[in-house]
């Protein structure tokens, strides 16, 4: 594939594009969050109500790329009934995980205000990574029974979850420095109207799609004084997709004079 | 700013980035037909019901690059009201034009199902470029008569336009051979859907909206089979702004074997 930006331009290697990112320990409370999403070029996030297709397999590898460096791959309840994704990487990242003193695998973190969960899905059904709930306090009173084992549920907000919370939570009580949300769409909007998305990698997939599909970011209309604004940090791009990497900034106000 | 797309990579003047392109005089008995559309990166197309204010100065000046080069720009009815534009470019394109054997101005093309047009607007009141109307027969006689001053109608359709028979008119009666459509996604989807676009050029601009506003592209799915694929043709980078050029393909069909 190609690498655009930075420059100089020139080809590179696709296991290597998103595989040895810039990421450093946060200074702040929460851990660094990065939105990972892929979508048509008319902006659909998902067709015939999954996303899963939308990609190429260069997509996918770089989707690997960013969970393995990831501590937790956080994920809305709505989004895996939709789309049955279980947040793991292949067993040949787990050498270079543990040399860094990170789990094997990602740990897997839902987002559910009602604590009704999918708990057929794999998810919930495999053994070979380590599961957090988000939910709220009226959330945490429905969880059925079973679906208490083997998840570690943090609590955050009354009746919808409290994300500033929760994901202080995630660092404090759970060690997640890096956290990678691959949507939903309404997830990434409370994410980003409470100020929590540090980073946006954008796969602009070469096709159109119309019809009811979401976009990326789903949700009431962003202030203009207070919309994200982004910095385009890096492109690429294989056949005719593209990956954008951004950095989500808030718009300045302007200097006093 | 930055050409990505094609290699080498490099600086180059915004003035020169669509002002000289491989547009050939079409050989089918329609004109070359192109989007330019700008979105957000959360695929918004219009922000609190407008398009105006989401790209930047040079997203403009892109977007008056192509209008210079296109016989006609088309427009639908409601993006009109919507937007107050007038498909115009400044004077100083108007030498280059004639030279070019064109009119000063292009051809404005507004598209009316319903024959119902804001005549308030100044696509209606200038005197500076000429105007053509693309309505149904139901449109048509439901035309005020004050509408038909100075005014070209191309009739096509019973109740609803038929854009291909609509396209073929404008050729064959008005001579255009390069036609710039700049929405709105109603009009984008219509013709996507009967395979006469050709070209999209995509203003990607570097913020997330969110909220009620349409994609680039409104309207019914798709089928998997016929949804237009894109090859990516040219990337540029102003800052954090990206100018995408796709050629609009159809899906092939299996090769037998």
Redesign the interface.
Known sequence: M?R??P???GEQSPDSVYAALDWRAPAGARPHVALNMV?T????AA??GRAAGIGSPTDRLLMRQLRAQADAVMVGAGTLRAEALTPTVPASYAAARLARGQSAQPLGVLVSNSGRLPLDRSFFTRADFARALITSAAGAAALAPAARAGLRVLIAGESAVDLAAALGALRAELGVRWLLCEGGPTLN?AL??AGLVDE?F?T?A????????P????????A?AA??????LT?H?D????Y?R?R?VREEAAPCR
């Open positions: 190609l655009l930006l420059p100089p331009a979508c070029a008319d902006g659909r067709v015939a909007h980003l109207a946006l954008l602009l070469p096709k159109l799609a119309a019809g009811p599909g976009t990326i970011v789903e949700g009431a209309p962003f203009p919309a994200p604004r982004l910095r385009l492109v791009a056949g005719d997709e593209l954008l951004y989500v």
